[in-house]
């Protein structure tokens, strides 16, 4: 599953055009979140990501 850049941009133009700056931190925790969930599936990083949650 590939980065789509256009989707970025487009979410933070939609955040820049309609001043919705709340939604910032929920989106950055998302983000947050699913990189941990993903670091923590199969790899070595498993341990400590389960060491935080």
Same mark, same amino acid.
């Given at each position: 599953?590939?980065?789509?850049?256009?989707?970025?941009?487009? #979410?933070?133009?939609? /955040?820049?055009?309609?001043?919705?700056?709340? &939604?910032? $931190?929920?989106?950055?925790?998302?983000?947050? #979140?699913?990189?941990? /969930?993903?670091?923590?599936?199969?790899?070595? &990083?498993? $341990?400590?990501?389960?060491?935080?949650?």
């Amino acid at each position: 599953m590939g980065r789509n850049p256009m989707l970025v941009r487009e #979410v933070f133009d939609y /955040l820049w055009e309609n001043k919705a700056w709340w &939604l910032a $931190p929920a989106l950055i925790t998302l983000l947050i #979140v699913g990189a941990l /969930l993903a670091a923590g599936q199969s790899s070595a &990083l498993s $341990p400590f990501v389960y060491a935080m949650i």
